[in-house]
């Protein structure tokens, strides 16, 4: 069991300024059987969320005090997960789920738990129950560096909005303190800067055969949480040393790559590894809708004729290869799924399965709207010319009754 503590430093001097709308900056610390910290993070945070009074709804808006505690149910984890628990008030709890693979971490989950039985921060509430809220994040940082974020950072769960200030946050530390090297948040980089005409087109790479379709596994304490089989094309358009761009196409190649991955209860992984690239795909669980989607891809790719020393792209808002919990989604047909402008990853007969896998089979199929439009194209074919045979027929019976018309029994 870890060891967890927290060390708040408020910012007082902050307190100085006018129009401040949000609680002091806290230290929160989790601690190992050893004494080692393996977590700190430093922020303050802002709870918005509405409840149901006698007189209707009624938003509410809340800081996170200085009184917050980290619990002893924080963990350094055992494997690639820990997580950070800090309780405040009468019976709430604010928990990040962090999670890694071989070059970043990331907070995986943001999970809030609320006691609308506090009359101090829900005043005459009609319901006095515990609600739990969650989302995925965006929160994530290379390993060794820290998570810095001056900007506001707002995660929106269903009933509840967190919005977190100033923050550093980092896991899986090395030394018991901040790293030096920091990840900066996408809200605090500049705005891209224009860049100089290029030619009007890019020159494209010659046309690539279509990748070979392999099946992955991914299994975790409860057995297999992902099942896939598919053949995966990427497609990179990137600026070269002598400033002009290209596009190029790369099969992933099954026989030189390396498969791993991680099982989540609403989020599931596939990292494939080869020594030039690592694609990482990213499955989400809507719970409401009982249904799984893809909905991150990233990718790092050495690229030795690019002018940067390599190629970085990702995507955490995709809603692609969707279908419900226990089934499979099926397409036949190539899928161009467009990650950024400069991505594109081509799919080759997928059909994928996310969370809930029995017996290592795939569950019944949910064919993809491609392969709808494809059988169409055979039908309406087969219709036109069972219409020119029907046509030719009536035409050559016409002609026949014509053409006995003119003679006469003697």
């Not at 006691?115 to 995925?136: G, R, Y």
């Not at 690539?208 to 409860?222: A, C, E, K, L």
């Not at 989400?284 to 940067?308: I, K, W, Y």
């Not at 309406?380 to 029907?390: C, D, H, N």
Request: hydrophobic share 40%.
């Amino acid at each position: 069991m870890a060891i967890s503590r927290g060390v708040r430093r408020p910012l007082l001097l902050l307190l100085l300024f006018a129009g401040l709308t949000y609680g002091a900056s806290a230290v929160f610390e989790v601690v190992d059987s050893n004494g080692t910290v393996c977590i700190m993070a430093n922020f303050s945070a802002t709870f918005l969320t509405s409840y149901e009074t006698e007189h209707g709804s009624k938003n509410t808006t809340f800081d996170l005090p200085h009184s917050a505690k980290v619990l002893n149910s924080s963990s350094c984890g055992g494997g690639n997960a820990s997580k950070l628990a800090i309780a405040f008030g009468d019976g709430h709890l604010l928990t990040l789920h962090f999670t890694r693979n071989t070059t970043r971490y990331r907070v995986e989950l943001l999970r809030f738990v609320y006691n609308l039985s506090d009359t101090q921060l829900f005043p005459n509430a009609s319901f006095k129950e515990i609600k739990t809220e969650e989302s995925m994040t965006d929160i994530l940082a290379d390993i060794d560096k820290k998570y810095h974020c001056v900007s506001a950072t707002q995660v929106h769960m269903k009933n509840v909005t967190v919005t977190l200030y100033d923050t550093t946050i980092q896991a899986y530390l090395s030394n018991s303190t901040f790293s030096k090297g920091e990840t900066r948040c996408k809200q605090d980089l500049p705005p891209p800067t224009l860049a100089p005409p290029t030619p009007p087109s890019p020159s494209p790479s010659p046309a690539s055969p279509s990748p070979s379709t392999h099946r992955y596994n991914v299994s975790g304490h409860n057995g297999t949480c992902l099942l896939a089989s598919m053949g995966l094309q990427l497609n990179i358009t990137y600026p070269r040393k002598d400033n002009t761009t290209v596009t190029r196409v790369v099969n992933i190649n099954p026989n030189v790559t390396t498969a791993s991955g991680s099982c989540g209860t609403s989020l599931v992984s596939l990292e494939l590894k080869s020594e030039e690239s690592l694609l990482v795909l990213r499955f989400g669980l809507n719970a409401s809708a009982n249904r799984f989607f893809l909905h991150e891809v990233q990718l790092n790719m050495t690229v030795p004729d690019a002018r940067g020393p390599s190629f970085s792209a990702a995507n955490s808002s995709l809603r692609a290869l969707q279908a419900t919990v226990g089934n499979s989604y099926k397409c036949s047909a190539e899928e161009r799924l467009h990650i950024t402008p400069a991505f594109v990853l081509n799919l080759f007969s997928v059909q994928v399965q996310a969370f809930k896998v029995e017996g290592d089979r795939f569950g019944s199929a949910e064919e993809c709207l491609l392969d709808g439009n494809n059988m169409l194209i055979p039908i309406a074919v087969g219709g036109a010319l069972a219409g020119l045979v029907l046509i030719v027929l009536i035409a050559y019976l016409i002609g026949r009754k014509r053409s006995h018309a003119g003679y006469q029994t003697i």
